[in-house]
Nanobody, 126 residues
Framework: QVQLVESGGGLVQAGGSLRVSCTSS????????MGWFRQAPGKERDFVAA????????SYADSVKGRFTISRDNAKNTVYLQMNSLKPEDTAVYYC???????????????????WGQGMQVTVSS
């Protein structure tokens, strides 16, 4: 059974930084690409970032490019999202997700991901 558990969320002031983590179990983590999404109140769930199984390839939503960095530690079965220069509009519930295909580098579509974490609140105050 695949499980994804996010941690590290919370309240931060605008301009600040936060690093959130997602630890997985129930799959060979090093064989799967991973993604981060977020959902603000009343809005759809949007793509934030993705990383390939090796960590060698990454992609970002335009809204976070240059401010957020996705990375992974395959020895710890964990993917990270380092968020810098946070803005109030970054406030959302953040989710990590994984597709069910080994070696697949996932993109921006929700449909590409099979397993999701429970979500974690990140609030940026102005």
């Amino acid at each position: 059974q695949v499980q994804l558990v996010e941690s590290g969320g919370g309240l931060v002031q605008a301009g600040g930084s936060l690093r959130v983590s997602c630890t997985s179990s129930g799959l060979t983590f090093s064989s799967y690409g991973m993604g981060w999404f977020r959902q603000a109140p009343g809005k759809e769930r949007d793509f934030v970032a993705a990383v390939s199984w090796s960590g060698g390839s990454t992609s970002y939503a335009d809204s976070v490019k240059g401010r957020f960095t996705i990375s992974r530690d395959n020895a710890k079965n964990t993917v990270y999202l380092q968020m810098n220069s946070l803005k109030p509009e970054d406030t959302a519930v953040y989710y990590c997700a994984v597709p069910n295909r080994r070696g697949y580098y996932p993109g921006r579509g929700l449909y590409e991901y099979t397993y999701w974490g429970q979500g974690m609140q990140v609030t940026v105050s102005s």
